[in-house]
C-alpha cells in the first residue's frame, strides 16, 4: 500500500508569511503526528491527531497549529514565519494512537520549509 | 531540557566489525523505546523496539539493550555493512490514559560504515 506522502517537497517562504503542509496518511491510519527536524534539535513533536481532535501537543508556540480531516489527511500551519522555522518537517501516521501499533509510526519523506 | 541523549553526533566503524550506538534518558516514565533510521531526503524508518518489561530485543543482525536502572539503550549492528551508513534515532515514548504521547527522540547518532 501507498506509504505516506507529504506535499509540498520544499518550500521557500518569507519572514511573516504562512503556511500550510499537507500529510496523507497510509490507507486506514487515523493517527497522525507532526514533527520538526532541525540540525540544533533534532527531532521534535509537534502535535497528533486522532479522528480530527488533537490529542497531543508538543513545546511549540501558538503559531504553529494543524487540523485532521475525515479522511484522515492532516495539515498543519505555521504563521507569521521566523527564520527560525526553517526545518524539514515531518509527518508519521499509525494505526492507533496507543498501543504498540502506534509507536512504530511510519513517517513521510517530509517538507523541507526554507525561510528567508 | 533533553530528555533524551545521543551523545555521539557520528560513529565511525569498518565493515564486518560490530556498531553500537548509545542512548540515555532522563524521564523515568519512559516504558517503549525505539530506534530509528534515517538516510538523507528521506522520513525515519522504523528499525527496532523495547519494552521497559525487557532488557533485550533482537532482529536479525539488530540488537537494542535496555538498562533500566542506568536509564542508558544501546543499539547493536552485527556485522555492520556499508547500506548501515545513516542517521539513528533514538526515540521513547510515555504511554498516558488512553494513548501515547508523541515520539520524544535525541538528535541522531550519524553512522559511517567504513569499508
Known amino acids: 500500500k501507498a506509504g505516506v506522502t507529504q506535499t509540498p517537497r520544499y518550500l521557500i517562504k518569507t519572514r511573516g508569511q504562512q503556511v500550510t503542509l499537507s500529510c496523507s496518511p497510509i490507507?486506514?491510519?487515523?493517527?497522525v503526528s507532526w514533527y520538526q527536524q532541525t540540525p540544533g534539535q533534532g527531532l521534535q513533536f509537534l502535535f497528533e491527531?486522532?479522528?480530527?481532535?488533537?490529542?497531543n501537543k508538543g513545546n511549540f508556540p501558538g503559531r504553529f497549529s494543524g487540523r485532521q480531516f475525515s479522511n484522515s489527511r492532516s495539515e498543519m500551519n505555521v504563521s507569521t514565519l521566523e527564520l527560525g522555522d526553517s526545518a524539514l518537517y515531518l509527518c508519521?501516521?499509525?494505526?492507533?494512537?496507543?498501543?504498540?501499533?502506534?509507536?512504530?509510526?511510519?513517517f513521510g519523506q517530509g517538507t523541507r520549509l526554507t525561510v528567508v | 531540557d533533553q530528555q533524551v541523549k545521543q551523545n555521539s553526533p557520528s560513529l565511525s566503524v569498518q565493515e564486518g566489525r560490530i556498531s553500537i550506538l548509545n542512548c540515555d534518558y532522563t524521564?523515568?516514565?519512559?516504558?517503549?523505546f525505539l530506534w530509528y533510521k534515517k538516510y538523507p531526503a528521506e522520513g525515519p524508518t522504523f528499525l527496532i523496539s523495547?519494552?521497559?518489561?525487557?532488557d533485550k530485543n533482537e532482529d536479525g543482525r539488530f540488537t537494542v539493550f535496555l538498562n533500566k536502572s542506568a536509564k542508558h539503550l544501546s543499539l547493536h549492528i552485527v556485522p555492520s555493512q556499508p547500506g548501515d551508513s545513516a542517521v539513528y534515532f533514538c526515540?521513547?515514548?510515555?504511554?498516558?490514559?488512553?494513548?501515547?504521547?508523541?515520539?520524544?527522540f535525541g538528535k541522531g547518532t550519524h553512522l559511517i560504515i567504513q569499508p
Open positions: 508519521a501516521s499509525s494505526h492507533i494512537p496507543g498501543g504498540e501499533a502506534n509507536t512504530e509510526a511510519f
Open positions: 490507507s486506514g491510519h487515523r493517527s
Open positions: 491527531y486522532f479522528s480530527e481532535t488533537q490529542r
Open positions: 524521564n523515568s516514565m519512559f516504558d517503549y
Open positions: 523495547i519494552s521497559s518489561i525487557k
Open positions: 526515540a521513547a515514548v510515555v504511554y498516558s490514559g488512553g494513548g501515547a504521547d508523541g515520539l520524544t
